[in-house]
């Protein structure tokens, strides 16, 4: 369990384990836990609305072994030159910015927060009239939504799945004693999971396999998502029918510069052997420690890497492997599963994660399935894109220019009254979003360089299961907590505000 709480901490996304998966895990791993060094997501902190409090930098230091002379005439230099602020400076007159535009009377605050972005805050229970506008700004322009446009696609996936879809990987034996191994998708085949079921393919007798054939025709070959781009980082994985551990690879580099496994669950396949060597830290004293790497290369080696874990996994279990793994196109149609693995979670767990955590890979091969569901494989993004523009059409809702299902690709556009109603449909699920610390607040974020967006519920004290819905879109130039300054605002006016003063 420890060391899958570390690799998905690592990439911004941590569930926890069900009672059978961390009991196979268990078997397999050794006691210790995995610390993996990787910067988290903005999109994976808490949100907090008090004023921001300033950032802790690290000052540049003048090297204590300057000579005086040098010292010197650097500082005559230095005085001929006006003096740079340090980025703290700047973020705390940034913070201090922000303080001033919240504390101007409503609605000039909102206003000279947003400029141009967009701000809409909505009241569903007002009433037999249907929704009411409590206050709109810029609220039909179109704007990169980045991640709360996970919203949608949760919504949708509730719906056309169903909370209680499930996630499965098909293992069968042929006539050749090759195994064969079917992905559909599952967005969270992580390495404990695969333990568990390789576990159970050894109690069900397997000794010995010849090559391992990957069956990937569920999904488009060869998937490459608009906004993808070809970074080590997480957030830019492949998609694809088998997947595992998010297409990274997770890894060690010990003190004496080896690589070496994470945990018993996670081997040194070849490939990640490859990638380890390919991407070690130039700062060689900083080499030692935990590393997640995204598989940037091409989604077949992301397949190939899902083979070879499986491959090592199996000899792990004492399953022998006489050939290679080889993509083995489309499974015959008379070789019938041995063990039909489904993953320990369902549609509406996973979806707790992928809200808290804005986990792209795992929203997108969600949005890829409804579209193979509803309409046959192969999952395509114009099948999952129809899915979703269907499921808002039965709604009544008006359809946004959607790329893909994540907020990944800057090409997707919304309004903030768009989002709205997506808000109005995703209501009675808002709990599966993020809660902010006091449970007030439930939302979604999305981050991106120059873009910075928030939609989600303000529930009121005296009525809670009638919440606010609010959407803020920020696009261009804006001091770093513009939007969290923005919801505070409009809490206070909206929640907070009435509540004192009812209780008066």
Not at 19 to 31: L, N, R
Not at 437 to 453: E, L, P
Request: glycine fraction near 8%.
């Amino acid at each position: 369990m420890a060391a899958l709480l570390a690799c998905l901490l690592a990439l911004g996304t941590n569930f926890p384990l069900t009672a059978e998966a961390a009991g196979s895990a268990k078997k397999a791993t050794e006691p210790g836990a995995m610390v993996c060094p990787v910067r988290p997501s903005p999109e994976a902190g808490t949100l907090a609305l008090a004023p921001a409090a300033g950032y802790l930098l690290a000052a540049n230091e003048t090297a204590a072994n300057k000579a005086p002379a040098k010292k010197a005439k650097a500082k005559k230099a230095q005085a001929k030159k006006p003096a740079k602020k340090s980025k703290s400076g700047k973020r705390n007159q940034a913070a201090s910015r922000l303080d001033r535009l919240s504390k101007l009377p409503w609605p000039e605050n909102v206003t000279s927060l947003a400029g141009t972005g967009a701000v809409l805050v909505m009241d569903n229970h007002a009433g037999p009239k249907g929704p009411k506008e409590l206050y709109a700004l810029n609220a039909d322009k179109l704007y990169v939504p980045a991640s709360v446009l996970k919203l949608m696609t949760a919504a949708a996936a509730l719906d056309i799945l169903g909370p209680g879809f499930e996630f499965a990987t098909d293992f069968a034996l042929d006539d050749d004693g090759n195994l064969w191994v079917v992905g559909r998708g599952d967005p969270f085949l992580v390495s404990e999971e695969l333990c568990l079921a390789i576990e159970k393919l050894a109690k069900l007798g397997l000794k010995e396999v010849n090559d391992i054939k990957l069956d990937t025709s569920y999904f488009e070959p060869d998937l490459v998502l608009d906004g993808n781009t070809f970074t080590k980082n997480p957030y830019d994985a492949y998609n694809g029918a088998l997947g595992v551990n998010f297409n990274t690879v997770s890894y060690l580099i010990d003190k004496g510069g080896r690589v070496v496994e994470s945990d018993k669950c996670t081997p040194i396949t070849p490939i990640a052997l490859e990638l380890a060597q390919n991407n070690k830290p130039k700062n060689k004293k900083a080499r030692s420690g935990s590393y997640r790497l995204n598989i940037s290369e091409s989604p077949r080696m992301a397949e190939l890497q899902a083979g070879q874990t499986i491959k090592a996994l199996l000899e792990k279990y004492g399953v022998k492997v006489n050939g290679q793994v080889v993509n083995g196109g489309t499974i015959p149609a008379a070789v019938t599963p041995l063990y039909t693995h489904v993953n320990t979670r369902n549609l509406e767990q996973t979806l707790v994660g992928v809200l808290e955590h804005s986990n792209n890979y795992m929203t997108n091969q969600i949005f890829l399935i409804m579209g193979a569901e509803l309409y046959g494989p192969p999952a395509t993004m114009e099948k999952g894109r129809q899915a979703v523009y269907d499921y808002l059409e039965r709604q009544g809702l008006s359809k946004p220019n959607l790329v893909e299902g994540s907020g990944l690709s800057r090409n997707n556009q919304v309004t903030a009254r768009q989002m709205s109603e997506v808000l109005s449909v995703f209501e009675p699920n808002l709990r599966l979003a993020k809660a902010n610390g006091d449970g007030s607040v439930y939302y979604k974020t999305g981050t991106m360089s120059d873009i910075q967006t928030l939609a989600g519920y303000m529930l009121r004290p005296d009525r809670p299961d009638e919440p606010l819905w609010f959407v803020i879109l920020l696009n261009g130039a804006y001091d770093p907590g513009t939007r969290e300054k923005i919801l505070a605002v409009l809490k206070a006016h909206f929640i907070d505000e009435p509540a004192q003063s009812a209780g008066s």
